[in-house]
């Protein structure tokens, strides 16, 4: 069986979906594997490296497709453009990545008969914690985004005490305690911040204080019972966030930093912090919003930008957090989808077994023979 690599396409993605290392593992598993020329460059990978682990580095997506039986995607195949990749599937390939799934998209894949599994769908079990790319590329995003806000931010995070004076430490506040959330927290602390955060969910409180930070928060019976089976936040009601905004308001305007990663899964990112809290910080506070690619946590984000208000607060929208950290997203990644497909792998058939009954497969699977399959995206729920 042919395993197809392709190139990102899209504006500003730079990871890509296997490295040398992961391609030697699948060869390892009696596939074949094509990786198009030039797909991990932004990542630091040479067309050389993947040559050397035993790809086929074809010249063009229609020579990457041809004859595939599984297609690895960073992000969803596109259907328009200089280069169609959704018309160059095989019928009958699997389909792993991002897809960013909807009820159209799914039936698309549908038509084309593309077997698509949607990894960003993948359960919150311990079984499946070895292939979940939301928090592989979440913790990362973490950690960029205290770097980003290092490098904008005018003076130093850890107190510094020189003859001529002292500095002090900076003060950093994240918004969102999931694994992005903590990964800023702990990067914030170990540049020498003084870092407090805040989360909806009960058992972030907790966390965020294993971690060497304080909790910031309004605390009440809804916010008890604000987190899902799957471990994410629920939407809560305009009452709690008008007591929650009360506290966080009069907390935010001392900040130095602030860091934003809060989202609520299939929905646009909830509103955090807005227009007035921006303008009640200092002349030189930076905020960091992760959740920029879902609408923004910050009312004054403008996606993919990097803006500064009048008051001189700076903020960073950009998107694609973990693709500003390319190579370790990259590796990441790769190795979530290798181990999806080495968990459901058929030694004898050298082809991957994807039962129907399978919690992880019923996760991620949107289509199937031509079919949609995915509970939340066939036609009678997408009406």
């Given at each position: 069986?042919r395993?197809?690599?392709?190139?990102?396409?899209?504006?500003?993605?730079?990871?890509?979906?296997?490295?040398?290392?992961?391609?030697?593992?699948?060869?390892?598993?009696?596939?074949t594997?094509?990786v198009e020329?030039?797909?991990?460059l932004?990542?630091?990978?040479?067309?050389?490296?993947?040559?050397?682990?035993?790809a086929?580095?074809?010249?063009?997506?229609?020579?990457?497709?041809?004859g595939?039986?599984?297609?690895?995607?960073?992000?969803?195949?596109?259907?328009?453009g200089?280069?169609?990749?959704?018309?160059l599937?095989?019928r009958g390939?699997?389909?792993?990545g991002?897809?960013q799934a909807d009820?159209?998209?799914?039936?698309?894949?549908?038509?084309?008969?593309?077997d698509?599994?949607a990894?960003?769908?993948?359960?919150?079990?311990t079984?499946?914690q070895?292939m979940?790319?939301?928090?592989?590329q979440?913790?990362?995003?973490?950690?960029?985004?205290?770097i980003?806000?290092?490098?904008?931010?005018?003076r130093?995070?850890?107190?510094?005490m020189?003859?001529?004076g002292?500095v002090?430490?900076?003060n950093?506040?994240?918004?969102?305690?999931g694994?992005?959330?903590l990964?800023?927290i702990?990067?914030?602390?170990?540049?020498g911040?003084?870092?407090?955060?805040?989360?909806?969910?009960?058992?972030?409180?907790e966390?965020?204080?294993?971690?060497?930070a304080?909790?910031?928060?309004h605390?009440?019976?809804?916010?008890?019972?604000?987190q899902?089976?799957?471990?994410?936040?629920?939407?809560?009601?305009a009452?709690?966030?008008?007591e929650?905004?009360?506290?966080?308001?009069?907390?935010?305007a001392?900040?130095?930093?602030?860091?934003?990663?809060?989202?609520?899964?299939g929905?646009?990112?909830p509103?955090?912090?807005t227009?007035?809290?921006?303008?009640?910080?200092?002349?030189?506070?930076?905020?960091?919003?992760i959740?920029?690619?879902?609408?923004?946590?910050v009312a004054?984000?403008v996606?993919?930008?990097a803006?500064?208000?009048?008051?001189?607060?700076?903020?960073?929208g950009?998107?694609?957090w973990?693709?500003?950290?390319?190579?370790?997203?990259?590796?990441?990644?790769a190795?979530?989808?290798?181990?999806?497909?080495?968990?459901?792998w058929?030694?004898?058939?050298?082809?991957?077994k994807?039962?129907?009954?399978?919690d992880?497969?019923?996760?991620i699977?949107?289509?199937?023979?031509?079919?949609?399959?995915?509970?939340?995206?066939t036609?009678?729920?997408?009406?």
């Open positions: 069986m395993l197809a690599v392709l190139k990102e396409r899209r504006p500003a993605e730079t990871r890509v979906a296997a490295t040398p290392e992961t391609v030697k593992k699948f060869i390892g598993l009696g596939l594997v094509a020329a030039g797909a991990g932004t990542a630091g990978v040479p067309d050389a490296e993947y040559a050397a682990a035993g086929e580095v074809a010249p063009d997506a229609a020579t990457t497709l041809a595939a039986g599984i297609v690895l995607k960073v992000r969803a195949p596109l259907g328009e200089p280069v169609d990749e959704l018309a599937i095989p390939a699997l389909l792993l991002q897809l009820a159209d998209t799914a039936a698309t894949y549908a038509r084309l008969g593309i698509a599994g990894m960003e769908l993948l359960p919150r079990i079984r499946a070895s979940d790319i939301l928090s592989s979440a913790n990362l995003a973490g950690y960029r985004a205290v980003e806000a290092a490098a904008a931010f005018d130093g995070f850890p107190m510094l020189t003859a001529a002292t002090p430490a900076a950093v506040f994240i918004m969102g305690a694994v992005a959330g990964q800023a702990a990067t914030a602390r170990r540049l911040g003084r870092v407090s955060a805040t989360d909806v969910r009960p058992a972030a409180k966390e965020i204080k294993s971690l060497g304080s909790f910031v928060g605390e009440d019976e809804e916010s008890r019972a604000a899902t089976a799957g471990g994410y936040a629920k939407p809560m009601s009452a709690f966030m008008a929650q905004g009360k506290v966080v308001a009069a907390h935010l001392k900040q130095d930093i602030v860091i934003t990663t809060a989202l609520v899964q929905r646009r990112a509103t955090l912090v227009a007035e809290m921006v303008h009640s910080m200092k002349p030189g506070s930076v905020i960091v919003d959740a920029s690619d879902a609408g923004g946590n004054l984000t996606p993919g930008e803006v500064t208000t009048p008051g001189g607060v700076t903020i960073l950009y998107g694609n973990p693709g500003r950290i390319p190579a370790a997203a990259s590796a990441l990644f190795r979530n989808l290798l181990t999806l497909l080495t968990t459901f058929d030694k004898d058939a050298k082809a991957p994807l039962p129907e009954d399978d992880i497969v019923k996760g699977m949107l289509t199937r023979g031509g079919a949609v399959v995915h509970p939340s995206f036609p009678a729920k997408a009406a």
